[in-house]
């Protein structure tokens, strides 16, 4: 299967230029995707234009990753309804390192083929353009008309919008445009990929290639991702769904796949995995048997979860989601790290107790009756116990007279207290 027939079983293409398939089989292509280093670390957003690059690769091809340096300084006003704050060059250099760590988890860029992955920072080609030779070797040859004619400007100037639009972000497109330019003389590229409100940037960035060089590039755009109950793809209450584990635990990570409806997991099984047609046709027959068993989202969970941690990490959030959801033990919550440990006991009631009180031992009853104040009365908390109600760390405690000390606690700091099989408190020595 093409590069292109790939993508298009997968649902990945939105828009493309005539003449690029032929252009792939005639000789091996660069091709950019542009990335913005706001951050020290990709989201989930990012990830299909990723992907494009990584089959792109596996077709024998040349991904080239662009760290918008120098365009993460003005903003992309495509979709946005207002400017973005803008980065210094050592934020910048250093979010840079970063993803670039990430992304060899994708991409070759180390090996000695000719389609290794490069990075390149528009910032080192941008900084010493001055603004005369700006004007001089680029604007001269894009006409505003063309330039108003973009959806991205007009929207951002019509009647609706409230902010209109800086002169920084109106040349954003001839920014972008100069991107393509300099890796079509430097690279040799001839092919830019982005999301499909990037349309017109990239196309401008063609149309200056065939205006000032005579030579042919070319565009290829896949569709914005979105959630079948229409909110935005990647973004859960906390904010985005990072690929750095200090911003989203993998169990928190693997629950986001875990949690997708059937129709937003058999279209998120095609773009965000490597599983062949055959073998997801397979699921997605299999999964409309027997639907309620969720046999589609446990498999993209899981690939998505092995490609961006590990197989460790996946296998954790496995264990871990059964810590809420079915039968564990003390065993299994001590084996959690505290980070996934506080995500799977997110918005548990918490109580703080003084660490203190567990050196010399405290009395169950005066603990979650009086220190912690889990339960209104101590007769009531007796009746619990009496009546087997009363689960310490995922372990059914029929003593009332049990003394909890230090050794009871969860990385020497937590006690998981349970009432019946759905009401849970966490106790915090601190």
């Not at 060089?213 to 229409?230: F, V």
């Not at 039968?327 to 918490?350: I, N, W």
Request: aromatic share 10%; hydrophobic share 40%; with cysteine.
């Amino acid at each position: 299967m093409s590069f292109i027939e790939e993508l298009q079983w997968r649902g990945m293409i939105h828009d493309m230029m005539p003449g690029i398939e032929e252009q792939l089989e005639k000789e091996l292509t660069s091709a950019y995707v542009g990335i913005d280093p706001t951050a020290d670390s990709l989201h989930i957003g990012h990830l299909v234009g990723v992907m494009m690059l990584k089959h792109f690769q596996v077709a024998g091809h040349k991904p080239i990753v662009l760290v918008g340096g120098a365009t993460g300084m003005i903003g992309d006003p495509s979709g946005k309804s207002q400017e973005r704050n803008l980065l210094d060059e050592a934020t910048l250099r250093h979010n840079q390192e970063c993803l670039r760590n990430q992304l060899s988890g994708f991409l070759d860029f180390d090996s000695d083929a000719d389609n290794a992955a490069e990075m390149v920072n528009n910032y080192d080609w941008m900084k010493d353009f001055s603004f005369l030779d700006f004007i001089r070797d680029i604007g001269k040859h894009i006409t505003v008309n063309y330039m108003m004619s973009k959806d991205s400007v007009k929207k951002r100037l019509s009647a609706d919008s409230k902010t209109g639009m800086s002169f920084t972000e109106f040349t954003y497109q001839l920014v972008q445009g100069t991107d393509f330019l300099e890796l079509y003389k430097s690279k040799n590229c001839k092919l830019q990929m982005g999301g499909s409100d990037q349309w017109g940037n990239i196309t401008t960035g063609t149309e200056l290639i065939r205006r000032k060089e005579g030579g042919q590039a070319w565009a290829i755009t896949c569709p914005l991702i979105t959630k079948a109950d229409g909110g935005k793809f990647g973004k859960t209450e906390s904010g985005n769904i990072w690929l750095d584990p200090k911003y989203t635990s993998p169990y928190k990570f693997y629950q986001f796949w875990l949690n997708t409806s059937d129709e937003d997991a058999e279209k998120y099984i095609k773009i965000f995995t490597l599983i062949s047609r055959e073998e997801v046709e397979a699921l997605v027959a299999e999964h409309k048997e027997e639907p309620h068993l969720r046999k589609l989202q446990q498999r993209l969970a899981k690939e998505v979860t092995i490609m961006i941690h590990s197989e460790a990490d996946y296998e954790m959030a496995v264990e871990a989601s059964q810590i809420l959801f079915g039968r564990a033990t003390a065993d299994a919550l001590r084996k959690l790290d505290e980070d996934t440990f506080l995500s799977v006991f997110e918005g548990v009631p918490q109580f703080n107790v003084d660490k203190s009180e567990f050196e010399n031992g405290v009395d169950v009853v005066e603990l979650l009756a009086v220190k912690a104040e889990v339960f209104p009365s101590k007769g009531e908390l007796r009746r619990l116990f009496k009546g087997n109600a009363i689960s310490l760390n995922k372990e059914k405690e029929p003593n009332a007279e049990l003394v909890v000390t230090k050794e009871h606690l969860i990385a020497d700091k937590y006690l998981l207290v349970q009432k019946g099989k759905k009401n849970y408190f966490l106790i915090v020595a601190c």
